[in-house]
Each structure stands twice: as structure tokens, then as C-alpha cells.
């Protein structure tokens, strides 16, 4: 089975044209290098109800990545929206992520809210600050644990593997 993506970039700027997106393409490069089908790559700004309604529109994918909204700040809501309608949060994901960034970038690191997520029909949905580095650390381990991932999501019965 290959795994197929969704790479959601929420950012006003990036939505306006007024700042070019890095981020993103960065995302698809690393998804689509390692085998995986990357269906298309989607701009929206820091909006809920954009947000959602994009989350109810790329059902045909396995994982959704999210680009952005995991700060601290009052328009950084993609976090929120997504642990609104999540069935179960992977806390694994965000707290090695975290420990990942203190690493490289020193106590900074432990105020992102990137998080990973399993929605009630089997999708997993990521979500990812929007710098090009917390996107390739975040990628990193992503793509590390995906095909075990979506493996458990989908396997009712038997054993594990």
C-alpha cells in the first residue's frame, strides 16, 4: 500500500502572495523522495472555519500535514481546530519533537504545539510549525514512523507486525 499526503500550509502571508512558500514545498520534496504520494499541496489562511473545512475536504489521503499555527500567538489556531475533531492524540509525536528542537535550538524549542493526530475515520494529521527547519525535524520523524502508523490505524484484527 503507498501511503498518500496532503500538505496544508496556513499562513495569511503565504494565502495573500505576499510571502513566498518554503515551507511547503520543502514538506513535498521530503514526503515524495521517500516513495510516498503527495496528491497536492494546499494554501489557507489562519481562519477555523478554512481549517475545517479543509480537514472535511482531503478524505482520499492517509495523512494530512498542517504547516503552521502551532505557536503561542492569538492566530495560531491550527492547532486547535484539529485537537477539536481528533479522535486520539499520538503525545509521542509532539513531546519528541519538542525534545528534538531543544536540541537544536535551545529552550525556544519547547513552546511549539506541534502535536500529531488520529481523526475518527483513520486519517492522521500532523501538525507543524511553519519554519523550514521545524518542518524537516518534524518530516523526520513523521516519515520514520508513518507506514507503522497508518498500519496500526487500519488493522482491526491479527497480529501486530
Request: net charge neutral; proline share 4%; with cysteine.
Amino acid at each position: 500500500m503507498t501511503i498518500s499526503f496532503y500538505v496544508v500550509v496556513v499562513s495569511d502571508q503565504v494565502f495573500k502572495g505576499k510571502k513566498n512558500d518554503i515551507s511547503g514545498e520543502k514538506a513535498c520534496e521530503a514526503i515524495a523522495s521517500k516513495g510516498y504520494v503527495v496528491k497536492d499541496k494546499i494554501i489557507v489562511p489562519n481562519k477555523f472555519r478554512e481549517v475545517i473545512r479543509t480537514i472535511y475536504r482531503l478524505k482520499d489521503a492517509d495523512v494530512i500535514v498542517f504547516i503552521g499555527g502551532t505557536g503561542l500567538g492569538p492566530r495560531d489556531l491550527t492547532i486547535d481546530v484539529i485537537e477539536s475533531i481528533a479522535w486520539r492524540k499520538i503525545p509521542g509525536f509532539g513531546e519528541f519533537f519538542r525534545l528534538k528542537s531543544y536540541e537544536e535550538i535551545g529552550y525556544r524549542g519547547l513552546l511549539s504545539r506541534a502535536e500529531a493526530y488520529v481523526l475518527g475515520d483513520g486519517r492522521v494529521v500532523v501538525v507543524l510549525p511553519g519554519s523550514p527547519n521545524a518542518v524537516s525535524l518534524g518530516l523526520e520523524i513523521l516519515l520514520n514512523i508513518v507506514d507503522h502508523l497508518v498500519e496500526e490505524i487500519h488493522r482491526f484484527e491479527g497480529p501486530h507486525k
